[in-house]
């Protein structure tokens, strides 16, 4: 292989239309190999003849795309101080584009012998049982695209697996099912449009590996939560049989949903790696530069500090780090045109010398970036490590998954004592989390449910996981995901067990969107999908998981899809700004009263059996009516998480407003119940209900 020094950068492997350059960073390396795999898998290597600082790279004028490739890299071995260099094991290249095969688990691809891990090193070459990197052109006629760069006020959020959302979908082409391409199907698209949400959050899409200990126990890491290659998508989500077609693929599939209006978000994973912990593969970073990539225990540089519980922690305190997740996220936006990211685990990604720092340099080389400050950047504010909760802590540009919304809006629907108060501050934005640091309350992305955990369905017919088949002794997973105990668990047909649990379903979902902040569904809940009690179902690549399109919940489906218009259509659900209680006597912003139709005292939210409150929410702001639909719209919530009905009276400053009822979560029907209030003073809301008042302006 002809092989000319080339240039340090741009790191990975660059096609420039003639030729490809190819660069890959390590400090301890004294030589790196690329090596070159034909067809049936032949090796050539070569030097990389290049090296400028920890940078190794070369130029190939004869290799183009849909060239096959994989690194190696000769420094020291020696794990007590931190350094795993193994010429015998191939690499992938960090910035690789696209992976061609899988990891075929074997004891060549680890750096000891099974049968004495403290020994020598294991000299077995992993090449046989590696994927390889690929070559790929980056040309692709993107036409008129543009992102939506829909609002944070006008976002509605639906977190979503690539598979699991069209693997049973009776419109798609079989060879669509469980793809990129079948995700961007106009029978999808179609659903995604009429359901009224503005964004999709997919389950991790970069490259991603099946650990064996699932493998062995016929199981799949179905989440995706064990990156390995942070610029390539994941290829088993494509339907393309052609050498790096999942690119293209994915491409299109982006292109499609901002075609319809529908913004792309990538639940992403740089705090961790797929090569687990000191006893774990070598695959790519390990062999690298061990200690440039991971953080190592300090004084035992053999262990990993584990911020994770996956058995690693990538170093965001390294340039070369922090260099591999800049270019990673800039990449998925300007050459994918994805428009946000959600970061797993996102406190480990700001720890500097071991705790959360919110003056860390990953921070500030995020704000300061021209580009992914222009994007929807999303954190989950909590690891597993030392003051790793820290929801409410993040920067200002930063919106966070409200893990206390969906903690206290569960305990209050499913009747706990003492916690109307909480409620009402999840209701209304989080303000106690998030204005005293002059951030928005879109910076409150809001849930019930997510991926992890229990679906909706289950939610409310389950009071504890049902893991059995993860092969964990039902050991696995949160058993405090309670909701409210309907006294029986799973299938049922006793008729009043499954009209209570449609409307616990309602109670959560209309809480969801009626709420300040940005609303995040987990698909499938407005259909009722159900995991069967898994409420930890990540190694679940099948019928548990995937979204069983035969067995929809038109009711709910109509439900869901209404509130969602309710919501798009009236702003004061979708406030840009914090409500100002009391800032006008004859016209405040939000006002609470009890159900006899008195405001609500400061006592009053502390008595541990207060369940039912009733809410008034302004249509009308004088900062913000320029931007709003309809002016002069509304309303008045009326909460009712008690087992008994109450008679709630309309207050007497409200009285003068005409009020129609436009929703009861009581009611057995799709459409929403409309009835004029003119006249009347009381109105009886059910147990465990909510009711909605619309103003006549």
């Given at each position: ?255 499609d949903l901002h075609a319809a209006g529908i913004e792309v978000l990538l639940d992403v994973v740089y705090n961790h790696t797929a090569e687990g912990n000191h006893l774990g593969p070598t695959l790519c970073f390990r062999g690298l530069d061990n200690h440039m990539y991971y953080r190592t225990v300090e004084g035992q540089a053999r262990y990993y500090m584990d911020y994770t519980g996956c058995g690693n922690s990538l170093d965001t305190r390294s340039p070369f780090v922090l260099q591999l997740i800049m270019d990673s996220l800039r990449y998925w936006v300007e050459e994918m045109h994805v428009d946000g990211f959600r970061f797993d685990l996102a406190t480990v990604l700001a720890r500097e010398e071991h705790h959360f720092d919110l003056g860390a340099g990953f921070f500030d080389i995020v704000q300061q970036d021209p580009v992914l ?325």
């Open positions: 292989m002809d092989l000319r020094p080339g240039v340090p950068h741009p790191l990975g492997a660059h096609y420039d239309g003639s030729g490809t350059n190819f660069a890959v960073a390590s400090s301890v390396a004294d030589r790196v190999w690329l090596c070159r795999f034909d067809p049936d898998g032949r090796e050539d290597r070569s030097l990389l003849p290049g090296r400028t600082g920890s940078v190794f790279h070369g130029y190939a004028p004869d290799l183009h795309p849909g060239t096959r490739y994989g690194f190696r890299v000769r420094g020291p071995y020696d794990p007590e101080l931190g350094h795993r260099c193994n010429p015998h094991k191939l690499l992938l290249d960090p910035y690789a584009r696209c992976l061609d095969g899988r990891v075929r688990w074997n004891e060549a691809l680890f750096s000891y012998r099974f049968d004495d891990p403290d020994g020598p090193v294991n000299t077995q070459d992993s090449a046989p049982f590696m994927p390889k990197a690929r070559v790929v052109d980056p040309f692709f006629d993107w036409g008129l695209d543009r992102p939506p760069r829909t609002s944070w006020a006008d976002t509605v959020i639906y977190e979503l697996h690539v598979k699991g959302f069209t693997a049973r979908h009776p419109g798609l082409p079989a060879e669509l099912r469980g793809t990129y391409a079948g995700l961007a199907h106009p029978a999808v698209v179609e659903h995604l449009v009429q359901l009224g949400i503005t964004a999709v959050e997919l389950l991790p899409v970069h490259a991603f590996v099946h650990p064996a200990n699932l493998l062995e126990k016929g199981l799949r890491n179905y989440w995706g939560y064990d990156s390995i290659g942070y610029f390539a998508p994941h290829a088993e989500y494509s339907r393309s049989r052609r050498a790096g077609g999942e690119v293209n693929e994915f491409k299109q599939m982006v292109k400050r222009q994007t929807k950047l999303i954190a989950e504010p909590w690891d597993v490590g030392e003051g790793g909760y820290q929801v409410g802590g993040f920067p200002t540009y930063w919106s966070e998954w409200n893990g206390a919304f969906r903690d206290h809006v569960r305990d209050f629907w499913r009747g706990q004592e003492g916690t109307l108060g909480l409620f009402a501050k999840r209701l209304t934005g989080s303000a106690d989390l998030y204005e005293h640091a002059h951030r928005p309350p879109q910076a409150s992305i809001n849930f019930v449910t997510a991926h992890d955990g229990f679906t909706l369905r289950d939610l409310v017919s389950y009071n504890h996981r049902h893991n059995e088949a993860n092969g964990e002794d039902n050991q696995d997973g949160d058993e405090h995901n309670r909701s409210w105990n309907c006294g029986v668990e799973g299938d049922t047909e006793d008729a009043d067990v499954l009209a209570l649990r449609s409307q616990q379903s309602r109670n959560f979902i209309a809480t969801l969107l009626l709420s300040h902040g940005v609303p995040m569904l987990l698909a499938g809940d407005e259909m009722g999908r159900t995991q069967g009690g898994n409420n930890n179902a990540y190694c679940q690549d099948n019928e548990v998981s995937w979204v069983d399109w035969s067995a929809k919940d038109e009711a709910l489906l109509a439900f869901t899809q209404q509130l969602l218009e309710l919501r798009r259509r009236n702003p004061a659900f979708r406030r840009p700004t914090w409500f100002h209680p009391g800032l006008s006597r004859s016209h405040p912003d939000i006002e609470w009263y009890r159900s006899d139709g008195q405001p609500m005292e400061p006592d009053d939210w502390e008595l541990p059996y207060a369940k039912s409150v009733a809410v008034f929410m302004s249509g009308e702001s004088a900062e913000d009516s320029k931007e709003w639909t309809e002016p002069g719209r509304s309303f008045l919530l009326l909460i009712n998480a008690s087992h008994e009905d109450v008679l709630f009276t309309i207050p007497n400053v409200l009285d003068r407003w005409g009020w129609t009822q436009i929703l009861d979560t009581s009611a057995k029907h799709r459409e929403f119940k409309r009835r004029s209030m003119r006249r009347r003073r009381h109105l009886e809301c059910h147990a465990r209900s909510m009711t909605l008042l619309a103003s006549a302006t």
